[in-house]
């Protein structure tokens, strides 16, 4: 019931392009979705985060799309550049142990 | 001003060898993380202190002693190195925030890779 099952592994995409990174999980009691952003060499760095009370968040370029029902969330990455090719994790956590649940990360490339 | 430092940034030792890591926030945070990173990025929580009190200890050889003096600084220590334990080690932190309210937000420092010859 802890997992958070990310997908895909890798991704490509051109510049310019629409970015998706795909986390189901298991635990109905995670209330709260980070998505993670590391580039090499630097630790991960929040980047959006949402609450499953809202079915989506955007800033900028970045929305998360969350699917209650299905015990899906999602980010989509608008008009991708050169700069977000990066690792990127979701997770989930619980309001009572305040554990993050971390998915196994994507490494975006987006080619010029 | 580095939020979360750690150091050594790179550290290379040979197997069973005893050293130790580094790590300082100066953010006021009152909750500190260790983090392995695996070669395949896998990001597995090792630890965390809440006001110098140990929370989190997961399933962690007892090779592994975190130490925290004070809720600025958590340092980890490691001894008799195995070849296993070569992975980059990130300290992070959080404000614990609310209560029954997750945040989750952590600021991460920059990394430590352990090589274990």
């Known amino acids: 019931q802890q997992q958070v099952k990310q997908s895909p592994q890798s991704l490509i995409v051109q510049k310019g392009g629409i970015s998706i990174i795909n986390c189901a999980y298991e635990n109905t009691a995670f209330d709260y979705f980070p998505w993670y952003q590391q580039f090499p060499g630097k630790g991960p760095a929040l980047l959006i985060a949402?609450?499953?009370d809202v079915s989506e968040k955007k800033e900028g370029r970045f929305t998360i799309s969350f699917n209650k029902s299905a015990k899906q969330f999602s980010l989509h990455i608008m008009d991708s550049q050169p700069g977000d090719s990066a690792t990127y994790f979701c997770a989930g956590e619980t309001s009572r142990n305040r554990k993050l649940i971390w998915g196994l990360g994507t490494s975006l490339a987006v080619n010029p | 001003d580095t939020a979360v430092s750690q150091t050594p940034k790179y550290l290379v030792t040979q197997m069973g060898n005893d050293k130790s890591i580094k790590c300082e926030q100066n953010?006021?945070?009152?909750?500190m993380y260790w983090y392995k990173q695996d070669s395949k990025k896998f990001l597995k929580i090792m630890f965390s202190?809440?006001?110098?009190?140990?929370?989190i200890n997961e399933t962690v050889p007892n090779r592994f002693s975190p130490k925290s003096p004070d809720k600025a600084h958590l340092n980890l220590h490691i001894n008799s190195l195995e070849l296993g334990d070569s992975a980059v080690y990130f300290c992070?932190?959080?404000?614990?925030?609310?209560?029954?309210?997750?945040?989750?937000?952590?600021?991460f420092g920059e990394g430590s890779r352990l090589t274990v010859l």
């Open positions: 949402i609450r499953p």
């Open positions: 202190y809440n006001n110098k009190e140990l929370i």
């Open positions: 953010l006021g945070h009152d909750t």
């Open positions: 992070a932190s959080s404000h614990e925030g609310l209560a029954g309210v997750a945040s989750g937000e952590l600021f």
